[in-house]
């Protein structure tokens, strides 16, 4: 079962992404506000959903950036506002757009799990 960090700052779009996931049989091992939340659970998990627009402390890219040198967690992007994905997918295995779907949640799942048959570019236009 692969584990999951959820570092979203809207509690209810956390839980959304959290019941998808665990509805396909992912385990969530945190949902997590901000970096110190994110850092915590981190060695955990296996990749992470990682919000870019947090409203306090550290931008999700730095949160994201950290997970994946100190932790070697894989990162997937969720974004409100698609013209922000540019460089920060750089550092991203996968984006996805809020409003997003449980499908775009379960693609950028398995890509960031290792279903290396999915593409960046497929699961941005999910």
């Not at 999951?4 to 091992?29: C, H, K, N, P, S």
């Not at 540019?86 to 290792?114: H, M, S």
């Amino acid at each position: 079962m692969k584990s999951v960090l959820i570092v979203e700052d809207e509690i209810f779009i956390a839980m959304e992404i959290e019941r998808i996931l665990q509805d396909a049989g992912y385990r969530v091992v945190a949902i997590a506000a901000d970096q110190h939340e994110a850092l915590s659970a981190a060695d955990a998990a296996e990749f992470a959903f990682v919000d870019l627009n947090l409203r306090d402390g550290p931008t999700g890219p730095d949160i994201a950036r950290e997970l994946a040198s100190k932790f070697d967690v894989r990162v997937v992007y969720v974004t409100a506002n698609p013209a922000q994905i540019g460089e920060p997918a750089a550092t991203a295995v996968g984006c996805i757009r809020k409003p997003f779907t449980a499908d775009a949640i379960l693609a950028a799942a398995a890509l960031a799990g290792g279903n290396n048959s999915l593409t960046h570019e497929a699961i941005i236009r999910v």
